[in-house]
């Protein structure tokens, strides 16, 4: 297989495209980093296809080791022939391969062998290629051997049919034909107690086709049958098979007719059947896995790109009940200014004890927003809060922050050497705090999949769901970039190029020498040596030192050609500093010719053009902001056709969640988001997003609402 090749046609990109993609990733090159500084080479691959293609490439590459693997094996038995070479260089699928090899693959003892054993290897032969002209009872007589445990013609014809049985499963074609007919039938599910009350009730009696089935549903009744509650099958087109089966085999021998089918039905029940159902569900799983990474990734991305509500004195607050609320105020660079617990809530219900304590910390250090976790008790906290700020008058405003994956921090290691000295809910108001002045850099502390924007995450593989997720982290932080010199070692890990031990490393070397003032001082990190340096270099940024390009994105390989340019249109370095160089694309009038004379692709020039614009630029400044609020509602305010503002929280398969200010989220099914048709809620609003809704109906008993995104303003 030419694997270049492959990848341009199945990418739909040029073959130059794929082969300085591949060279690039063997290079030891990251992804954002061939996304952004390797656009000339790539064409301009954006990071999403760049992950794809790099996935594809590992399966290719995989695939090729298996294919010669298996060539070898057979090979070794002296029984690669031109027609095995052939179906083997014709395989694109792993599956494909491990049919091929099934006959030649050291078996442990089965019927089949038992029966070759006893001789009765050409009894089978002959009865497979129908060339008995007798009754096979007459032909079965001569294999009759007491000695090998063969007493009569009948058992003779059993062990013959059981060598053809397995002859018939070990055939590639055949296990191809049955394979591409069961993709024709049914998922059929059942109750394994009918009386039984589960979440899972709608599938207690459930059918649907196997190529309509959505994933969502794979991974729920994946879980169901694994919590014993649900049964599932794979109902194929089993007439249909066996026509085949029988077109392909049976020519038409009275003697050998009956005995075949019956050996069909044996083959395709005992040895063929179990072991398609199971190729099936797992690429259902499979399936369903990577759709539903792709959803939780996406939902990841908007999540962590959610903008940062910058250089405010944040009052945070982790609702709890018994425990009480735990309170952080942390300024505007995430400091922590001053802790404290009040108790409000039931059952202490101090309600005049906490208000004090609340003001005089919002007096005391300037509070200019409050946070308040969505967990436990949120909901008494903001009536609390929202009943503080009508009473005293309070020019602020709070702001309900989600608290997924909160609780892990503080548990973890990094949690308690950041703040050793607090309590694990006293760091979770902290992170929340943190969490609203800049959801980046405190996300990034978290592990990926703890952050609760998926769908049923628990029920997919972990490594390759980690893997994902992390590249989707890696892919935010770098398009983000982060200030070198106030970095967290969390964040600056993310970075391309630095690894844990490297992000250390530079935490250490800035504790030792004090603030970076160029990039170039880098090198001096102990083991970040000239090829993290490349990787690196263009994602982190100095904001006050002396070389003016290190707080742009511009690379410092494009340093010289920058210069030029700011040269050429009239401009000092130091403008960069001062204004950035707002007016300088307008200067620009032929882009071609100016590339050609900096030595750059166009690509980079056009890239180096918005960073000189805009210095320090953050791309999450263009994202909608977060619905601040001062009053507070509850389910019981809600009324049919009211419309109200809210913030997608989590997308789905099946449609988005909406929170609208109630403790509750909405749902609004994948039918109520517009009214043209969408196959995905991706297609139409991503976590973060800002959006209008209808109420069409509550549930208070089952705390359920329902809104629609349809005619909204009509």
Not at 481 to 489: E, K, R, Y
Not at 665 to 674: F, Y
């Amino acid at each position: 297989m030419d694997i270049i090749k492959t990848l341009a046609e199945e990418f739909k990109i040029k073959q130059t495209q794929a082969e300085n993609t591949v060279k690039l990733i063997d290079e030891g090159c990251t992804i954002p980093f061939i996304a952004r500084y390797r656009k000339e080479m790539t064409g301009s691959l954006d990071d999403v296809i760049l992950r794809d293609l790099n996935d594809r490439l590992t399966y290719l590459r995989n695939l090729e080791e298996k294919r010669e693997q298996v060539r070898k094996l057979i090979e070794e038995q002296e029984q690669l022939t031109a027609e095995i070479n052939a179906a083997l260089d014709k395989a694109k699928t792993i599956t494909e391969i491990d049919d091929i090899y099934r006959p030649f693959r050291p078996k442990r003892r089965t019927r089949a062998t038992i029966a070759k054993e006893k001789g009765l290897e050409p009894l089978a032969a002959a009865i497979l290629m129908q060339l008995i002209n007798t009754p096979a009872e007459e032909e079965a007589k001569r294999f009759i051997d007491p000695e090998k445990d063969v007493s009569t013609a009948e058992e003779a014809i059993a062990g013959a049919m059981d060598i053809i049985a397995e002859t018939i499963s070990d055939d590639a074609g055949y296990r191809a034909i049955i394979r591409n007919l069961s993709m024709s039938g049914v998922v059929t599910v059942k109750a394994v107690d009918e009386e039984a009350e589960s979440v899972y009730e709608m599938y207690y009696d459930y059918s649907e086709p196997v190529k309509k089935i959505p994933g969502h549903r794979i991974l729920a009744i994946n879980r169901g049958e694994k919590e014993k509650i649900l049964s599932v099958k794979i109902e194929p087109p089993i007439e249909a098979i066996y026509k085949r089966l029988e077109n392909k085999i049976i020519k038409g021998n009275p003697y050998t007719d009956s005995i075949l089918k019956d050996v069909i039905d044996d083959s395709y029940k005992r040895l063929i059947a179990p072991a398609i159902e199971r190729e099936i569900r797992n690429e259902l799983t499979k399936k369903a896995e990577e759709a539903g990474i792709k959803v939780f990734g996406e939902n990841l991305k908007q999540l962590l790109l959610q903008p940062p509500i910058k250089d405010k004195v944040v009052l945070a607050l982790d609702p709890g009940y018994r425990t009480g609320c735990k309170v952080a105020v942390v300024d505007g660079i995430g400091k922590v200014l001053d802790t404290g617990v009040i108790y409000p809530v039931p059952p202490h219900n101090k309600v005049e004890q906490g208000e004090r304590t609340i003001l005089t910390m919002i007096k005391k250090h300037g509070v200019e927003i409050i946070a308040i976790g969505n967990g436990t008790a949120s909901r008494e906290t903001e009536l609390f809060v929202a009943g503080l700020i009508k009473k005293a008058k309070l020019d602020i405003s709070y702001i309900i922050v989600n608290e997924a994956g909160a609780s892990v921090y503080s548990a973890s290691k990094l949690g308690s050497s950041e703040f050793p000295n607090f309590d694990v809910a006293l760091r979770s108001a902290v992170s929340l705090g943190r969490r609203l002045q800049d959801p980046l850099a405190e996300l990034v502390k978290i592990e990926p999949k703890s952050i609760g924007v998926g769908q049923y995450q628990h029920d997919m593989d972990q490594k390759r769901l980690g893997e994902a997720l992390g590249g989707v982290v890696e892919d935010c932080v770098n398009s983000v970039g982060v200030d070198l010199n106030t970095a967290s070692p969390s964040l600056l890990s993310y970075v391309s190029g630095i690894n844990t031990t490297i992000a250390k490393n530079i935490l250490a070397y800035r504790e030792e020498n004090g603030k970076f003032k160029t990039r170039r001082e880098l090198l001096k990190v102990s083991k970040l040596g000239p090829k993290a340096y490349e990787q690196c270099a263009g994602f982190l940024r100095i904001t006050d030192g002396t070389e003016p390009l290190d707080n742009t994105g511009v690379h410092p390989e494009s340093y010289k050609a920058a210069n030029k340019l700011i040269e050429i249109c009239g401009y000092t370095p130091d403008d960069i500093k001062h204004y950035g160089l707002k007016g300088i694309g307008s200067k620009v009038k032929n882009k071609d010719k100016t590339a050609n004379e900096l030595d750059i692709g166009v690509p980079t020039l056009i890239d180096i053009i918005k960073e000189l614009e805009k210095p320090g630029r953050d791309p999450r400044d263009e994202m909608p902001k977060p619905i601040l609020k001062s009053d507070v509602l509850s389910m019981e305010d809600l009324k049919s056709g009211m419309v109200l503002k809210g913030t997608v929280r989590n997308v789905i398969d099946f449609g988005i969640f909406v929170d609208i200010g109630v403790h509750q989220d909405g749902l609004v099914h994948i039918s109520q988001i517009c009214s043209k048709y969408i196959k995905h809620p991706l297609e139409a609003v991503s976590v973060g997003d800002i959006v209008d809704v209808k109420v069409l109906d509550v549930d208070a008993k089952k705390h359920r609402i329902s809104l629609s995104m349809k005619d909204v303003n009509k």
